[in-house]
T-cell receptor, first 113, second 115 residues
Framework: SQTIHQWPATLVQPVGSPLSLECTVEGTSNPNLYWYRQAAGRGLQLLFYSVGIGQISSEVPQNLSASRPQDRQFILSSKKLLLSDSGFYLC????????????FGNGTRLTVT | AQKITQTQPGMFVQEKEAVTLDCTYDTSDQSYGLFWYKQPSSGEMIFLIYQGSYDEQNATEGRYSLNFQKARKSANLVISASQLGDSAMYFCAMRLSGGSYIPTFGRGTSLIVHP
């Protein structure tokens, strides 16, 4: 069966520090991968998605970047965090079919201080 | 462009009663999938139920059913016999066929189940 792992679960970082959140998927190949951000009590904001190794699409211009160095690995990064980067970050994967649901990791709660 | 609308920011229901969470969608595509997700206060997003645009019968998964009315472009989630553990945010989402990789989410509905 497929599983998705996302870490760390919580993170407190000072403004201006770098960020690296990692997500890996097991049990499937060539998944579509996504990074979402969610502000407290709000909906999901799609940040990046990837349909293959090295292929990254950015949905929102911002302080963050994403990379997909391996088929089932998706990394969210920042060189210098801003206060506005605080939030709940969710990684997800799905198959190509339109009937394939998103499967989410457990999320990372990031607080920038 | 496709759009999902969830008009109920918050809903309250008594334990053991049924509740309907509304979702309307807008797309000109004929082939698409509709999904509901649950997000408890712990944060994880849990896939609940799927309905395909060509499915003639409403989808059911345990206590969850999807009231699909294609002509009205609505895909309401019905939770029967509500439980305290059903208290959560619920998101409706749509995904088009034909190589679309970006699901569209609604803003969510917060459901609180009272004992």
């Amino acid at each position: 069966s497929q599983t998705i792992h996302q870490w760390p679960a919580t993170l407190v970082q000072p403004v201006g520090s770098p960020l690296s959140l990692e997500c890996t998927v097991e049990g499937t190949s060539n998944p579509n991968l996504y990074w979402y951000r969610q502000a407290a009590g709000r909906g999901l904001q799609l940040l990046f998605y990837s349909v293959g190794i090295g292929q990254i699409s950015s949905e929102v211009p911002q302080n963050l970047s994403a990379s997909r160095p391996q088929d089932r690995q998706f990394i969210l990064s920042s060189k210098k965090l801003l206060l506005s980067d605080s939030g709940f970050y969710l990684c997800a994967w799905t198959g190509d079919d339109h009937n394939s649901p998103l499967h989410f990791g457990n999320g990372t709660r990031l607080t920038v201080t | 462009a496709q759009k999902i609308t969830q008009t109920q920011p918050g809903m309250f229901v008594q334990e053991k009663e049924a509740v309907t969470l509304d979702c309307t969608y807008d797309t000109s595509d004929q082939s698409y999938g509709l999904f509901w997700y649950k997000q408890p206060s712990s944060g994880e997003m849990i896939f609940l139920i799927y309905q395909g645009s060509y499915d003639e019968q409403n989808a059911t998964e345990g206590r969850y059913s999807l009231n699909f009315q294609k002509a009205r472009k609505s895909a309401n989630l019905v939770i029967s016999a509500s439980q305290l553990g059903d208290s959560a945010m619920y998101f409706c989402a749509m995904r088009l066929s034909g190589g679309s990789y970006i699901p569209t989410f609604g803003r969510g509905t917060s459901l609180i189940v009272h004992p």
